[in-house]
T-cell receptor
Framework: NAGVTQTPKFRVLKTGQSMTLLCAQD?????MYWYRQDPGMGLRLIHY???????AKGEVPDGYNVSRLKKQNFLLGLESAAPSQTSVYFC????????????FGPGTRLTVT | TQLLEQSPQFLSIQEGENLTVYCNSS?????LQWYRQEPGEGPVLLVT?????EVKKLKRLTFQFGDARKDSSLHITAAQPGDTGLYLC????????????FGTGTRLKVLA
């Protein structure tokens, strides 16, 4: 039981390049989330999903796209990376509407030059 | 717009001291959580409070949800170096909501 895993752990991109961050959970959780964490800002929600095949926008969705084709996976895509997207990205999952706890992955540190 | 403000932002104290961290908002939350995050890792849930005025204890940590469900506090008694980390509060705006708003964080360092 690995919990929530994220791939890759680190990545450096040049402006304009694209990439996909992968989040996987083995807890059969319904809800999954992508956050970004910047100094002094706490965590900000980018996109989330309440079930396989569904996605919704969070607080800061611009420049990102997501997909949830399988229940256990939630992908975050950057089509044309910008320096403002330099951040640490965290994925989280949650069992369902009656539980509150979010389980977080270890994070992906992304630098865009 | 940051709906949850935490104070202080930084706190450096000696082992054995007590401290309180605050999480404030002008909005009402149906539930509020506290997380601790260590460097290079994701946040880990400490507690969830759901009722106005609720107090929960976790060993030396005491959490309180304000009566009006707009604010919360975390009190640590006799802090230890193992308490060092980033403390985050997170609130859910409405019952059954899927989304959480995170506070700005309080970075605590406990010196031995």
């Amino acid at each position: 039981n690995a919990g929530v895993t994220q791939t890759p752990k680190f990545r450096v991109l040049k402006t304009g390049q694209s990439m996909t961050l992968l989040c996987a959970q083995d807890m059969n959780h319904e809800y999954m989330y992508w956050y970004r964490q910047d100094p002094g800002m706490g965590l900000r929600l980018i996109h989330y999903s309440v079930g396989e095949g569904t996605t919704a926008k969070g607080e800061v969705p611009d420049g990102y796209n997501v997909s949830r084709l399988k229940k256990q996976n939630f992908l975050l895509g950057l089509e044309s990376a910008a320096p403002s997207q330099t951040s640490v990205y965290f994925c989280a999952s949650r069992d369902g509407d009656l539980t509150y706890e979010q389980y977080f992955g270890p994070g992906t540190r992304l630098t865009v030059t | 717009t940051q709906l949850l403000e935490q104070s202080p932002q930084f706190l450096s104290i000696q082992e054995g001291e007590n401290l309180t961290v605050y999480c404030n908002s002008s909005s009402v939350f149906s539930s509020l959580q506290w997380y601790r995050q260590e460097p290079g890792e994701g946040p880990v849930l400490l507690v969830t409070v759901v009722t106005g005025g609720e107090v929960k204890k976790l060993k030396r940590l005491t959490f309180q949800f304000g009566d009006a469900r707009k604010d919360s506090s975390l009190h640590i008694t006799a802090a230890q170096p193992g308490d060092t980390g980033l403390y985050l509060c997170a609130g859910a705006r409405a019952s059954g909501t899927y989304k959480y708003i995170f506070g700005t964080g309080t970075r605590l360092k406990v010196l031995a």
